[in-house]
């Protein structure tokens, strides 16, 4: 496959067909989840917003990482075909403790993890509890603590819950809130998103389950955390990967998150918002790759 990591094509890829479904029942709930490719493990944990499932975010980018990578792609709890299940008690440590459960069902012993926005929350803290299963980190666009360097965060750090309240309530889901939604939040270019995603993520979002857990708004999803402790626990070589247009938190948030982990590293791209790695798979594979392959150098 030929990596393109120049200026970006007027269109980006959607994601192809789904490879073949996989279930597992670990710990008292049921993850749906995609094995495949060989190599190394990889296990890949998409974002939070409506419809997100684990081929909506990362099916555009997973070819390049399956020619030498065994790559795990999950739908976390409450997504996707992943069990609709309400958490009770810190969230954070209810997600680390159900994906360590997954993968011990699935014999991984130790992971890269690559992750977009709640995924990512999930990553940092299952790195910083048990750290003996991660090798590396690469995480984009998460909020695992509630401030910034420099100035509060944009609507104090609510904005994606504000974004899937308002996207379920009044008439309810449609394909146009939806095209809005990625438009002005997750994507920087909106006439490079692909109608495939468009569709995929707004059939995905009219889920009855889903559509359940938004009407009960956070309550279902468990108790918030900050991170700030546990981030300087987490011994895992990480690079935050950040979009320069990021509709969430602007680069000066994960130049700050790389100085709290021990091994923190940063790269900003251009012409990207929330979703880099759907909007620029090729580049964003190039550099995480480069990432993954350094790792053991010093």
């Not at 490719?37 to 939070?48: A, E, K, Q, R």
């Not at 069902?105 to 299952?126: H, Q």
């Not at 940063?266 to 090729?282: A, F, K």
Request: hydrophobic share 35%; charged share 25%.
């Amino acid at each position: 496959m030929t990596i393109d990591t120049t200026s970006p094509a007027l269109t980006s890829p959607a994601a192809g067909p789904a490879p073949e479904s996989r279930f597992a029942t670990v710990d008292g709930v049921t993850y749906h989840y995609y094995d495949i490719g060989s190599g190394p493990d990889t296990i890949f944990l998409h974002g939070g917003g409506p419809g997100c499932t684990a081929w909506s975010d990362f099916g555009p980018v997973a070819p390049y990482f399956t020619e030498d990578r065994h790559c795990v792609l999950v739908d976390i709890l409450q997504y996707g075909q992943s069990e609709k299940c309400l958490i009770t008690g810190p969230m954070w440590d209810f997600h680390a403790a159900k994906t360590i459960a997954l993968m011990d069902e699935l014999g991984i012993e130790k992971a890269d993890f690559v992750c977009n926005s709640w995924g990512g929350t999930i990553a940092l803290n299952l790195a910083a509890l048990y750290p003996e299963r991660v090798r590396s980190l690469v995480v984009t666009g998460s909020m695992p603590v509630f401030y910034g360097p420099l100035a509060p965060l944009p609507e104090r750090g609510h904005r994606g819950r504000t974004a899937r309240d308002v996207y379920y309530g009044g008439e309810g889901p449609t394909r146009d809130k939806m095209r809005k939604l990625i438009t002005s939040l997750e994507w920087f270019d909106a006439d490079r998103l692909p109608e495939e995603t468009l569709d995929m993520r707004f059939e995905q979002s009219l889920d009855e389950g889903e559509r359940g857990l938004a009407a009960m708004s956070d309550s279902p999803r468990g108790e918030w955390q900050d991170l700030t402790e546990r981030l300087g626990q987490i011994e895992a070589p990480t690079l935050f990967m950040w979009g320069r247009e990021d509709a969430f938190l602007t680069p000066d948030y994960p130049m700050m998150l790389a100085r709290m982990v021990q091994r923190g590293n940063l790269h900003v791209m251009d012409h990207v918002s929330h979703h880099l790695q759907e909007e620029r798979p090729g580049a964003f594979h190039a550099v995480v790759d480069g990432f993954l392959r350094a790792i053991d150098h010093r």
